[in-house]
């Protein structure tokens, strides 16, 4: 419509296994790739385009357990880990086209699908961020104010949630 795209933001995921690694089924472990990480890759090369013609910016989601992982939700770590490597390496090839490439990488947040995993935990500001924390980040990271010098990195956001 307007030809041009300032930011695209990838925010999804998906947990298919909660248990141990090694128990986890070949089709869970092709849909954990394909949601969290294939369809990313993907989304950003078909969005190039629009993104090249002003200098637009790539935010992607990413969590804490691509780099401390949560012992029963290992696969969906693993997927974010690549995420956190595609940012790093396509931060380098789109720099040409004036193309920022960024992570925010939450701790726990209120959501639907942190709720079976936080199931008997005492939630509160220290150790469980409400979405609207992460959407301030995401807002900063996008500016092109703020977040002018932002490119490469993976940006964590947990409150101390490893540290409690």
Known sequence: ???RLDC???NHATITHVGKQMEITEANFDEAINVNLKSCFFMIQESLPLLR????????????????????????????????????????????YGIRVNAVAPGMVETEMSA???????????NC????????????????????????????????????
């Open 1 to 3: 419509m307007f030809g």
């Open 8 to 10: 695209l933001i990838l």
């Open 53 to 96: 013609a002003k200098g637009g910016n790539v935010l992607l989601t990413s969590s804490l357990s691509a780099t401390d992982p949560f012992h029963s939700i290992g696969v969906y770590g693993i997927t974010k880990a690549g995420i956190n490597n595609m940012v790093r390496s396509l931060s380098v090839e789109l720099m040409e």
């Open 116 to 126: 079976p995993l936080t199931k008997g935990m005492v939630l509160n500001e220290r």
């Open 129 to 164: 961020a409400k979405p609207e924390h992460i959407a301030a980040v995401i807002a900063t990271i996008c500016s092109p104010g703020d977040g002018k010098f932002m490119n490469g990195e993976v940006y964590t956001v947990h409150g101390g949630f490893p540290r409690l």
